[in-house]
T-cell receptor, first 112, second 113 residues
Framework: GDSVTQMEGPVTLSEEAFLTINCTYTATGYPSLFWYVQYPGEGLQLLLKATKADDKGSNKGFEATYRKETTSFHLEKGSVQVSDSAVYFCALSDNSNYQLIWGAGTKLIIKP | KAGVTQTPRYLIKTRGQQVTLSCSPISGHRSVSWYQQTPGQGLQFLFEYFSETQRNKGNFPGRFSGRQFSNSRSEMNVSTLELGDSALYLC????????????FGQGTRLTVV
């Protein structure tokens, strides 16, 4: 079945560092890909998405490019802030059954 | 525009009891999905409803059930609670098409003792 694999955390960085969180997927067909963020004590918020190969999703300085050849959707940000500390989830929707399939989540800790 | 509202925010129940959680989606949204989040299993899909019909169901035992009302509000019920049902239960609403953005509530934290 479809699956999503994320790099394990926690990832600890200093403020203004470059961030990469790796995400790879397995799916039949052409899924849509998402990054969600969960701040402490809150629900999930959509950060960005891409619906077809080579699409780049971007929001709040974060970017991810849908790479079909490597089945990847890595999250990047050029300069992180303390306020970016949260858990980040990669997810896919396989365009057929109205559910999101989730990675395990990566906890990001940004130190001032 | 009001967001997704889940009630209650916190619940403590005893093994063997049953519980009902409620979700009010964003106005105009007709799809409601439910997810269970635990430290061990992560986020797992429970079921999805659209216009009062269940369109998809995850791999959970029959103790987990749900329904959706004509105003799109949804409830999920867990009967005969087990300790392992302790989790954060998240509800998401969307317009209902494939790959439309899902908006999540803050969740209901269920603790089974």
């Amino acid at each position: 079945g479809d699956s999503v694999t994320q790099m394990e955390g926690p990832v600890t960085l200093s403020e203004e560092a470059f961030l990469t969180i790796n995400c790879t997927y397995t799916a039949t067909g052409y899924p849509s890909l998402f990054w969600y963020v969960q701040y402490p004590g809150e629900g999930l918020q959509l950060l960005l998405k891409a619906t077809k190969a080579d699409d780049k999703g971007s929001n709040k300085g974060f970017e991810a490019t849908y790479r079909k050849e490597t089945t990847s959707f890595h999250l990047e940000k050029g300069s992180v802030q303390v306020s970016d500390s949260a858990v980040y989830f990669c997810a896919l929707s396989d365009n057929s059954n109205y559910q999101l399939i989730w990675g395990a989540g990566t906890k990001l800790i940004i130190k001032p | 525009k009001a967001g997704v509202t889940q009630t209650p925010r916190y619940l403590i129940k005893t093994r063997g009891q049953q519980v009902t959680l409620s979700c009010s989606p964003i106005s105009g949204h007709r799809s409601v999905s439910w997810y269970q989040q635990t430290p061990g299993q992560g986020l797992q899909f429970l079921f999805e409803y659209f216009s009062e019909t269940q369109r998809n169901k995850g791999n959970f035992p029959g103790r987990f059930s749900g329904r959706q009302f004509s105003n799109s509000r949804s409830e999920m019920n867990v009967s005969t609670l087990e300790l392992g049902d302790s989790a954060l239960y998240l509800c998401a609403s969307s317009a209902g098409g494939l790959n439309t953005e899902a908006f999540f509530g803050q969740g209901t934290r269920l603790t089974v003792v």
